[in-house]
Each structure stands twice: as C-alpha cells, then as structure tokens.
C-alpha cells in the first residue's frame, strides 16, 4: 500500500526556518516525482515544489523561489522541504504528493501543519 | 501563468441530484487537467486525471469532461459522501489548481 506521512511542521517566527519531511512506503521516491503542494487556512491548494526522477529537474512556485529548497533522501525513501525566510503568508498545511505517470498528484500524505507568527 | 476559475464556488443539492462543476482554463490546456475531492481536515484524493480518466478505486458516478479550455466534472447521482470541496488542477504548465467547489446535501 502506498503511503506518504508528513512530519516537522510547527510554530516559527517571521524570518525563521523549518525543514518538513515525508517519508514514503509501498513505492520507492526515487522512481517517481515528488512534490509539495500547501493549503493556507480556509483557502484552496497551491502548488509548491517539484522533484525529478533524476534530480535534474526542480521547480518552485514563484511565490517560495529562493526561499524554499526541495530534496530527496533514497536511502531513507524520503523527500524534504527546506523553507528559509519564512512570511506569516507561508501559514498553512502542507502536503506531500507523488506525482503519477498520468501526470497528476495520485497519492497525498495526510499534511503537516506549519504556523508562521510573531 | 494558467489561471483556472471554477464555478460555482458552493453548489447546495440533493440525494440523487445531477450535479456539474466547470472549470475553465485562461489558456488552452488540452486535456492536462485534473479533479480532486477533499473533504474537512483531510488530503485531497484524485477522481480524473486526463479530462475524463476515472482514478482506479473512483466511483463510477463521477465522470469529467472536456478540452481546450472548458471542462466539467459531474456526478450522476449525488451520495451523502460526496459532500466535499472539488478541486481542477491544470498540469500543461507547472501546476495550478482552481479555486475549490464546496458541495453540500
């Protein structure tokens, strides 16, 4: 069975750090691509960062380029989100999703939840 | 950047009732797009992926339709677990999603 579970969301200051992780089972990451895709409170989904097969291809939302960091960990069938700089607008749950040969998110992690306030 | 405007945004029936969600892409879009349901505190969960393929495990009273720019999701007979928020997502370039569609019964 395929699963992907979400951890290290929490409450941080503006201008602070925090790297989400989501470890995945029932499929190895480094065979599919890999995304993130995130929820502000009461509002609809928005796409964050995307991960290749190879590693080669990466792409972020304009709204995290250079801020946020996408990685994968094989050994430890994981993928990681790196988010620097974080604004109070960067509130909201965040979803890990595999992305499937039909080209959509066909599997998704239950979220993890991330505040950013002062 | 590819816009996709949902309507309507909620959209109240009843058991057994005929209902169509559109969405509408700002460019063409082919038939990369997909509909996702996601009820309260939960992930979403893809229904169609390619304008009209049904997800393997979908009920088959959901059906999407649609190319170019125009695409609608429609559920034959509306069940009391299809309350949720419906979601069209755009993949022809990067990712968008719609705005949502709250469902109530």
């Known amino acids: 069975e395929v699963q992907l579970v979400e951890s290290g969301g929490d409450l941080v200051q503006p201008g602070g750090s925090l790297r989400l992780s989501c470890v995945a089972s029932?499929?190895?990451?480094?065979?599919?691509?890999m995304t993130w895709v995130r929820q502000a409170p009461g509002k609809g989904l928005e796409w964050v960062a995307f991960?290749?097969?190879?590693?080669?291809?990466?792409y972020y939302a304009d709204s995290v380029k250079g801020r946020f960091s996408i990685s994968r960990d094989n050994a430890k069938n994981s993928v990681y989100l790196q988010m620097d700089s974080l604004r109070v607008d960067d509130t909201g749950v965040y979803y890990c999703?595999?992305?499937?040969?039909?080209?959509?998110?066909?599997?998704w992690g239950p979220g993890t939840q991330v505040a950013v306030s002062s | 950047d590819i816009q996709m405007t949902q309507s309507p945004s909620t959209l109240s029936a009843s058991v057994g009732d005929r209902v169509t969600i559109t969405c509408r892409a700002s460019?063409?879009?082919?038939?990369?797009l997909a509909w996702y349901q996601q009820k309260p505190g939960k992930a979403p969960s893809l229904l169609i992926y390619?304008?009209?393929s049904l997800q393997s495990g979908v009920p088959s009273r959901f059906s999407g339709s649609g190319s170019g720019t125009e695409f609608t999701l429609t559920i034959s007979s509306l069940q009391p677990d299809d309350s949720a928020t419906y979601y069209c997502?755009?993949?022809?370039?990067?990712?968008?999603f719609g705005q949502g569609t709250k469902v109530e019964i």
């Open positions: 999703a595999r992305y499937s040969t039909s080209w959509s998110f066909d599997s």
């Open positions: 029932g499929f190895n990451v480094n065979t599919y691509e």
């Open positions: 991960f290749s097969t190879s590693g080669k291809n990466i």
């Open positions: 460019q063409r879009i082919s038939t990369w």
């Open positions: 390619g304008a009209t």
């Open positions: 997502q755009q993949y022809s370039s990067y990712w968008t």
